[in-house]
């Protein structure tokens, strides 16, 4: 897609995003007002699926300091035993392959809401252990999603603590030379996951963060109506967050495709040079000794229209 149509692009899937969504909504409403007299229309409750309400936390403090908090609500999946398997992921079995695990994997995602899907960030907890209480997490699998340019990253990533090479143009407001350093808290009652991005001449000067509680799951609860138009708000707020950028003066960055088709390739290649391109340093991999030194596991796709 040219950049230059980008704009008209984004302006037409908000239109057909915004009527689908309306249409759909009204469909929800008919279905749930239906399940309060009939239970053939009640939402079937998953013991696989947890619930979690928390909030993603921005903060910018280069050039300039800017900061936002956003309420969210995640589904924490588990891919072996769920009826539900959201569009467009990982099975379990694909994960464990990827990520060397033998025990449960749990997905944690903001599933599709009346008709529009957009998470962000999902992440893949690969545990090692047959056992429910033997389990403890091995590694993580990211799957990072750009907007609006439809594109996906997916990479394993040490929980405890890693640096890996930023291989997606994420924000116009931020360039390539970034890496990311994350941590990911095994969930739990609570979860946490936080990404500081280390800049060779801003330093540290982005973190994103996610803190969730779990909540009690009642017998009466609809998944539709508690993700209900979630991730439609999630988009609307993130481009007001980049309006207010532009207001202050930050410069825009295009996207690196459009001037270099084999950015991706070059990105990692210089991430290799600064050792963010090695899955786990020697010592830093207790359960699975053989990604000691190894190349990280990376993929790249596009994601299914539309995904503003």
């Known amino acids: 897609m040219d950049g230059a149509f980008l704009p008209l692009v984004v302006f037409c899937y908000f239109?057909?995003?915004?009527?689908?969504?309306?249409?759909?909504?009204?469909?929800?409403?008919?279905?749930?007002?239906?399940s309060q007299f009939y239970t053939f229309f009640s939402s079937r409750v998953d013991d696989a699926i947890s619930l979690y309400e928390g909030t993603v936390i921005h903060e910018r403090r280069h050039p300039?300091?800017?900061?936002?908090?956003?309420?969210?609500?995640f589904a924490l999946i588990d891919l072996d035993c769920s009826s539900y398997i959201p569009p467009n992921h990982l099975s379990a079995q694909e994960a464990r392959s990827i990520a060397g695990t033998n025990g449960p994997v749990h997905l944690l995602?903001?599933?599709?809401?009346?008709?529009?899907?957009?998470?962000?960030?999902?992440?893949?907890?690969?545990?090692?252990?047959?056992?429910?209480?033997?389990?403890?997490?091995?590694h993580c699998i990211a799957e990072v999603t750009n907007s609006p340019w439809g594109e996906q990253v997916r990479f394993i990533f040490n929980p405890n603590s890693d640096l890996v090479a930023k291989s997606l143009h994420i924000s116009p407001f931020m360039d390539m030379l970034g890496d990311w350093h994350m941590r990911a808290k095994a969930p739990g009652n609570s979860?946490?996951?936080?990404?500081?991005?280390?800049?060779?001449?801003?330093?540290?000067?982005?973190?994103?963060?996610?803190?969730?509680?779990?909540?009690?799951?009642?017998?009466n609860i609809d998944y539709a109506l508690f993700f209900w138009l979630k991730p439609q708000i999630g988009a609307i707020l993130t481009y007001w967050q980049s309006f207010q950028l532009m207001l202050?003066?930050?410069?825009?960055?295009?996207?690196?495709?459009?001037?270099?088709?084999?950015?991706?390739?070059?990105?990692?290649?210089?991430?290799?040079?600064?050792?963010?391109?090695?899955?786990?340093?020697?010592?830093?991999?207790?359960?699975?000794?053989?990604?000691?030194?190894?190349?990280?596991?990376?993929?790249?796709?596009?994601?299914?229209?539309?995904?503003?």
């Open 191 to 219: 979860l946490s996951v936080s990404i500081l991005v280390k800049h060779p001449e801003l330093g540290n000067y982005f973190t994103a963060s996610l803190t969730a509680k779990k909540l009690e799951i009642t017998s």
């Open 15 to 34: 239109i057909y995003t915004s009527i689908t969504s309306f249409i759909l909504s009204i469909v929800l409403l008919i279905r749930y007002t239906l």
């Open 248 to 308: 202050k003066n930050i410069q825009f960055i295009e996207h690196p495709r459009y001037k270099n088709p084999g950015y991706i390739e070059e990105n990692l290649k210089a991430a290799k040079e600064r050792g963010c391109c090695v899955a786990f340093p020697t010592g830093d991999s207790k359960n699975n000794p053989e990604f000691e030194g190894r190349e990280r596991w990376f993929s790249w796709t596009s994601v299914k229209w539309p995904w503003i």
């Open 109 to 138: 995602t903001m599933p599709p809401s009346v008709g529009y899907q957009r998470s962000p960030l999902s992440l893949y907890y690969c545990y090692d252990g047959q056992q429910s209480l033997d389990n403890t997490l091995g």
């Open 64 to 73: 300039v300091t800017h900061s936002f908090k956003t309420p969210v609500r």
